[in-house]
């Protein structure tokens, strides 16, 4: 019930001959291996060919074309080594042939390419992993044949009736080898599409204009969404309708943010399930420990002003569409992880412009207590003047008073469809300027721009938004 797995390491020192004549006795294997590990010599210190230099790329992938010519069932391995390959010398040595990678952070004694990584590019090329298959039985072996070569040549009966074996010659491989080449470089054909629209779009239902911005950009063509909340409003202050109820009720999906912010939503989620409603939560595609708890029974939900909790919510949306959709998951799939990497750069971008903001001046005051995401991922300490759906209060509470004191407080943040006048009493109260808006808990209405930094921004959707907020934020924070 056993199968073969054996293969080879290049760059011992051995000749085209060697790698040819390894091939040759694979080949004449009764069943040829299961299994064909094409390794590169991964040198270590100490070790008698710790001063071997590295496989030539072209070398490589040769090899693989011409094993995968001589042994065609088998699962040629690009194994040890691949941290010393560019993706695109990995791509060629699998369009060359290779069907199979070693999978995790770590082989016997060498690093390899980290999970991640190996994902995107598998992503990337338009292959999808196999699925395990437990009842898989060992290739079965010829019984009027020798199982090896060496037996095989001492062997005087004929191989009838079994089918010959494909058991190649050095020189006939070497033959093979501007064939296996030319299949390499030039014959690669495009994949079968990996996906399937829906013939008519989604109807799509979202609380949030920000949540409508995320499905929008995951779905793409394959959807159509509105949300329920108007821009420019507080999400907190949200009382469901009759006709918001209708509209979610004769949609296909159903997307909520979660984490409390629609709290005046009571409707039954697994009722609208049972109904046939696909129904996401944002939120679910938060860890336990991304998710900020004010107080021990309570949950922070802004999240989305955290660029790098936001891409995990790009993936439960793709999820939560693959439901409603299945032929099209690698569509959402792929658009998510696009978006994610959108995400990514915007972080790594704010991380490196926020951080000129001196130490003295870290700490950011703003009318709702919206910016907690924000301030930890990027190292401020935030306080809001109200919180969620309440009203500002007419006195600052001592305790703000004393923060504000402490840390020389000088700029109170307003919320952008926050009317000035609202919060004017107390900034006046806390000497604070307090007309500088940005954006943190709804999108503007279509069309809005606002300056930034070096030009004006379009801030009805995530990107810029969040870029004006924390271009606004740092052009005041750096300076006081």
């Known amino acids: ?54 496989v030539d790329v072209f070398d490589l992938v040769r090899m693989i074309a011409v094993a995968r010519i001589a042994i065609p069932r088998a699962k040629v391995r690009l194994s040890a080594g691949r941290t010393r390959l560019s993706r695109e010398a990995q791509a060629l040595a699998m369009f060359a042939g290779a069907n199979s990678i070693f999978y995790g952070d770590k082989l016997l004694t060498a690093a390899n390419p980290a999970v991640a990584e190996d994902q995107r590019l598998l992503r990337d090329l338009g292959l999808l992993p196999q699925e395990p298959n437990p009842a898989l039985a060992a290739p079965p072996a010829c019984a009027e044949r020798p199982c090896s070569p060496a037996m095989a040549e001492a062997h005087e009966a004929p191989y009838a009736p079994c089918p010959p074996p494909a058991m190649p010659s ?35 239902v979202t609380s949030t204009v920000q949540a409508a911005d995320l499905v929008r950009l995951v779905g793409g063509e394959a959807v159509e969404v509105r949300s329920l909340i108007p821009p420019d409003r507080n999400p907190h202050l949200w009382q469901p309708t009759a006709a918001d109820l209708v509209a979610i009720q004769t949609a296909d999906v159903f997307f909520l943010s979660g984490l409390g912010l629609e709290a005046n939503f009571t409707e039954n989620l697994q009722t609208l399930r049972d109904r046939g409603l696909v129904v996401g939560v944002l939120a679910n595609g938060l860890a336990d420990d991304d998710i900020l708890h004010p107080t021990p029974e309570k949950s922070e939900p802004h999240f989305w002003m955290n660029p790098l909790l936001w891409a995990k919510a790009a993936s439960e949306a793709a999820a939560v569409l693959s439901e409603a959709f299945p032929p099209s998951a690698s569509w959402f799939s792929d658009r998510a992880h696009e978006y994610g990497t959108e995400l990514q750069r915007l972080h790594q971008e704010l991380n490196r412009r926020l951080a000129v903001i001196p130490a003295r001046s870290r700490f950011l005051l703003s009318s709702s207590d919206s910016m907690a995401y924000f301030a930890k991922a990027y190292g401020l300490e935030a306080r809001g003047l109200a919180s969620g759906p309440d009203p500002f209060p007419e006195k600052a509470p001592s305790e703000l008073s004393d923060w504000v004191a402490d840390h020389r407080v000088r700029t109170l943040f307003r919320e952008s469809f926050t009317p000035a006048a609202a919060i004017l009493p107390l900034s006046r109260q806390l000497q604070l300027l307090g007309d500088l808006p940005i954006i943190s808990l709804n999108l503007a209405a279509p069309g809005t721009r606002l300056p930034g930094a070096s030009n004006e921004l379009k801030v009805d959707s995530y990107l810029p938004a969040l ?8 052009g005041r924070l750096r300076v006081e």
């Open 467 to 474: 870029r004006y907020t924390a271009e606004t934020i740092l």
């Open 1 to 54: 019930g056993l199968s073969v797995c054996c293969g080879g390491i290049l760059g011992l020192g051995e000749t085209i001959d060697d790698r040819l004549h390894l091939l040759e006795i694979l080949s004449g294997f009764n069943p040829q291996p299961e299994s064909v590990p094409i390794n590169s010599l991964m040198p270590m210190p100490g070790t008698p060919l710790a001063e071997n230099g590295g």
């Open 170 to 204: 050095r020189r006939h491989l070497l033959r093979l080898l501007p064939a296996a080449w030319l299949a390499a470089s030039c014959h690669h054909q495009d994949p079968p599409p990996r996906h399937r629209l829906p013939e008519q779009a989604l109807t799509v």
